[in-house]
């Protein structure tokens, strides 16, 4: 991710393991990756020197956008050139359960359905601004106008009073968002229809866990915010570090935020900037950077390198194949299923699913360090991870008998026609990013052939990750079947990604059956573990059933870092929630 990317809330990383220890995971399918261990931080005990600076590679085939907004950046590459300044709100423990001491403290109160929010008074933007109530209910104003076409806004925050109006251009305000003590001050009081078993944790997708600076971006319009030069290029943040340079799409240099109300950073600069996946493994090798993500399909080309320590963590994430049933519904606010779309069938998904032969990709082009998941709550969830759930092993003769029941025909050329005898073009879109992302995808293609099913990509070629995610969010019709990733927080519910006013629900389905298990998963009854821990299992059954996404694989995330970096740990990459580290990272020489 995040070269696998998300493009929601819930593009969130999120660590496994304590500094210092191992990180160990079970994979689901069987696979070598349950025998695979990585430290999950450096181990560098030497003092940190004073005016180090660091060197951050971000792997990637394209630009980063330079959206530098946490309520309007819908992409993990710009999420990731900002996590130096960006923090969250909110502090969280090691179960990832929210707790005081960060930028501001939260308080639940289920019986009053309210969460009361409480500003840490030494926080301030890096213009020496103090953060205020105002900065608190300018994110919500973000994410909800309908003008500023902000990704990140979830069906998830209508449980705010008031919200559904306020994004519906109905009203002014947010009625359901208080400041007891006016816009400079320090308290939000936010009311809910309903209290979620999931408010508890980080990353819950009911409320924000952001502010964005009022003071500075209160004269720009909304329609104009995405554009601006106060986000593009000059953006405030509250975190251990600001911007202090950019170079559009290619690299940023980060600085001290003098007003950080945190332990001083100790580094005194920070660069990062893009480094194309083919010269990446050279660049490890070489030492060129002192932290940059590495790829499981050249981590055998890179590993042993002298000077090097290689941090990693099964994350909260997985890749999917989505199949497109309709389209999204802007003025409702909701996905339209079309009953008659070329995939509105379950077992032509189904067949597909079981015709891919992911073990032996996973094998040949990921040493085993990727592995199949059979569910869309992978093993990382705990307990809410049903492993009775056996996913999509390969299976050609179950998947031609699912084509020969559902009455897709062979003809004379092999390829199969749909029920009504016309011919069956399948359009694919997958990404470039990596080197062998064009023939793993090849190789699915030919995979489908087996069965008899025509599959092409999408434009003749790979997509370019921008233009991937143009296309699949505003349903172009040359699309039918996508294949993308999620990186996730630690709370499984599936309402932010797959209900059916998630724009994030990139296949469009929208079923009785599902909304039923969904809010199943987020009532009342859920405050209770073992209930929910049922209705999770019950989802992920039925999403299995109807496969309108597939879970196809976890994967290890490697970071190569170089020896003379302190402090850096798998919690240090999080874009999100763990800028509070960076503060602590150091180098011990020059």
């Not at 002192?290 to 090097?308: C, P």
Request: charged residues 20%; contains cysteine.
């Amino acid at each position: 991710m995040f070269a696998a990317l998300a493009a929601t809330t819930a593009l969130v990383l999120v660590a496994c393991g304590n500094s210092g220890k191992s990180s160990r995971s079970s994979a689901s399918s069987g696979s070598n990756a349950e025998k695979i261990s990585f430290p999950i931080a450096v181990n560098n005990k030497k003092p940190a020197i004073k005016g180090g600076t660091l060197t951050y590679g971000l792997v990637t085939n394209t630009p980063f956008k330079g959206i530098f907004s946490q309520q309007l950046s819908g992409d993990a590459n710009d999420a990731t050139v900002m996590i130096f300044g960006a923090e969250s709100l909110f502090k969280f423990d090691n179960t990832y359960k929210l707790i005081d001491g960060g930028a501001a403290n939260i308080k639940l109160d289920q019986q009053n359905k309210t969460a009361a929010i409480t500003i840490n008074p030494k926080v301030k933007w890096s213009d020496g601004q103090p953060l205020t109530a105002n900065d608190v209910l300018y994110a919500y104003k973000i994410v909800a106008n309908p003008t500023t076409k902000a990704q990140t806004y979830s069906a998830q925050f209508d449980n705010i009073l008031g919200m559904t109006d306020y994004s519906n251009n109905k009203a002014k305000e947010i009625s359901g968002i208080q400041m007891p003590d006016g816009g400079d001050g320090r308290k939000v009081v936010i009311h809910f229809k309903e209290m979620k078993p999931a408010m508890q944790q980080s990353s819950n997708g009911y409320f924000l866990e952001t502010a964005a600076p009022y003071h500075y971006l209160k004269d720009v319009p909304f329609k104009d915010l995405m554009s601006s030069d106060k986000i593009r290029k000059k953006p405030l943040f509250f975190g251990p570090f600001m911007l202090s340079k950019l170079i559009a799409g290619q690299s940023a240099v980060w600085t001290p935020n003098p007003y950080y109300y945190g332990d001083k950073p100790k580094l005194s600069k920070i660069t990062i900037e893009t480094v194309s996946p083919a010269t990446a493994p050279s660049a490890v090798k070489a030492k060129k950077y002192d932290i940059l993500a590495v790829s499981n399909s050249w981590y055998e080309q890179v590993t042993g390198t002298k000077g090097i320590t290689f941090v990693a963590r099964l994350p909260m994430g997985y890749s999917y194949l989505a199949f497109k049933v309709g389209k999204w519904d802007g003025n409702k606010g909701i996905n339209v299923e079309n009953p008659k779309a070329k995939m509105n069938n379950a077992k032509l998904r189904q067949a597909i699913a079981y015709a891919m032969n992911q073990d032996d990709v996973y094998t040949k082009f990921a040493k085993g360090l990727s592995f199949r998941i059979p569910t869309l709550i992978p093993s990382s969830y705990g307990d809410y991870f049903d492993k009775s759930e056996k996913g999509f092993p390969l299976d050609l003769d179950k998947a031609n008998k699912l084509l020969d029941e559902a009455g897709y025909k062979k003809g004379s050329d092999g390829y199969r026609t749909d029920p009504q005898g016309k011919k069956l073009t399948i359009n694919f879109a997958a990404m470039s990013g990596t080197s062998d992302a064009e023939t793993i995808a090849k190789n699915y293609i030919q995979q489908w052939k087996k069965i008899g099913l025509r599959v092409e990509f999408t434009n003749g070629r790979l997509l370019e990750f921008n233009s991937f995610y143009d296309k699949v969010r505003n349903d172009s019709p040359d699309i039918d079947m996508l294949m993308g990733g999620w990186a996730l927080g630690p709370e499984p519910s599936p309402n932010g990604l797959y209900s059916a006013d998630a724009q994030s629900n990139y296949s469009r389905f929208n079923t009785a059956e599902n909304t039923k298990l969904i809010n199943d998963i987020d009532s009342q009854k859920a405050f209770d573990h073992d209930y929910r821990v049922k209705a999770l299992y019950k989802w992920q059954a039925y999403m299995n059933q109807q496969a309108y996404v597939v879970p196809l694989k976890n994967s290890w995330e490697i970071v190569a870092v170089n020896n003379r970096v302190i402090g850096y740990g798998m919690k240090a990459m999080q874009p999100k929630n763990s800028s509070w580290a960076w503060a602590d990272v150091g180098v011990s020489s020059n």
